[in-house]
């Protein structure tokens, strides 16, 4: 059993900042890319930012420069720092993991957390 949980939501006004983390737990013997999406009601979840094993990330334009996603292979936890932030990034955040359970790539699977909610009020 996989688990991913997240913290770090809430509410905060335009300009300021929140910290998201998701760490994973169970059964693991690798995690290659993590990352987050979000999303809004009637919208397609949106790709927002990926980490991989060695540390490459990518964003989605609208975010670049302003949020910044990292990782901890370690305690096997991604987070994301989401600074200056504007009442349109306002959503549901979701972390995702890629997470191999055995020495086998045939048991590598996505799972997610359960969303953390983002508002920011203008």
């Known amino acids: 059993q996989v688990q991913l949980v997240e913290s770090g939501g809430g509410l905060v006004q335009a300009g300021g900042s929140l910290r998201l983390s998701c760490a994973a737990s169970?059964?693991?013997?690798?995690?290659?890319?993590m990352g987050w999406y979000r999303q809004t009601p009637g919208k397609q979840r949106e790709l927002v930012a990926t980490i991989t094993s060695g540390g490459s990330t990518n964003y989605v334009d609208s975010v670049k420069g302003r949020f910044t996603i990292s990782r901890d292979n370690a305690e096997n936890t991604v987070h994301l720092q989401l600074n200056s932030l504007k009442p349109e990034d306002t959503a549901v955040y979701y972390c995702y993991a890629d997470i191999r359970v055995s020495s086998s790539y045939r048991t590598q699977f996505r799972y997610w957390g359960q969303g953390t909610q983002v508002t920011v009020s203008s």
């Open positions: 169970g059964t693991i013997f690798s995690i290659n890319a």
